[in-house]
């Protein structure tokens, strides 16, 4: 277990619509981080927030937004959703200081239909 | 786009041998990461080692990495049915948000 939680663990939803998926890093841990796992793409990084605010994106859509909360938690926001969107989502989580591991979470499954 | 290519792409070997995995990337890297993943689940945290390392070990695995061939290999001794996964490298580059990019993984079975 590392600490990462994630909910849901899966999404069964339909196109054109809107999610939102869930991350509480582990305790302590000040960066959150997204990733997208899809079969073609493979793991992507989509974006950063540091203690609240973004500090990096990466391939992510303007459909898909996130933010964190002053709790620390995290949530990624996806609209609009067509087939393609359909992948697993980790979060990450950092502590900030020097150390460099990455801690994921089990992932949220999203399937648009 | 991927930073790291794992070689080879799967990987069948039988309990007890061992199981070699590399790992290839284009850019300058401050760490490289190995990461293990039960299918479809989460990612879990192998081991981490930094662009000033040439060799790491724990418990069972060693890694390499060769910064001047952009490589770096996960070997896996005395394996076991348990360790069948698929096995990701990611490498850091160090600025201010420590993204991680990851390659395409290898998937290992190890047959008991």
């Known amino acids: 277990d590392s600490g990462v939680t994630q909910t849901p663990k899966h999404l069964i939803t339909a196109t054109g619509q809107r999610v939102t998926l869930r991350c509480s890093p582990r305790s302590g841990d000040l960066s959150v981080y997204w990733y997208q796992q899809s079969l073609d793409q493979g793991l992507q990084f989509l974006i950063q927030y540091y203690n609240g605010e973004e500090r990096a994106k990466g391939n992510i859509l303007e459909r898909f937004s996130a933010q964190q909360f002053p709790d620390l938690h995290s949530e990624l926001n996806l609209s609009s959703l067509e087939l393609g969107d359909s992948a697993l989502y980790f979060c990450?989580?950092?502590?900030?200081?020097?150390?460099?591991?990455?801690?994921f979470g089990p992932g949220t499954r999203l399937t648009v239909l | 786009s991927q930073q790291g290519e794992e070689d080879p792409q799967a990987l069948s070997i039988q309990e007890g041998e061992n199981a070699t995995m590399n790992c290839s990337y284009k850019t300058s890297i401050n760490n490289l990461q190995w990461y293990r993943q039960n299918s479809g689940r989460g990612l879990v945290h192998l081991i981490l080692?930094?662009?000033?390392?040439r060799e790491k070990h724990s418990g069972r695995l060693r890694v390499t990495l060769d910064t001047s061939k952009k490589s770096s290999s996960l070997l896996i001794t005395a394996s076991r049915a348990a360790d069948t996964a698929s096995y990701f490298c990611?490498?850091?580059?160090?600025?201010?948000?420590?993204?991680?990019?990851f390659g395409k993984g290898t998937l290992l079975t190890v047959n008991p």
């Open positions: 990450a989580s950092r502590s900030g200081g020097a150390g460099d591991t990455q801690y």
């Open positions: 990611a490498t850091g580059d160090g600025g201010s948000n420590y993204k991680l990019t």
């Open positions: 080692i930094r662009s000033n390392e």
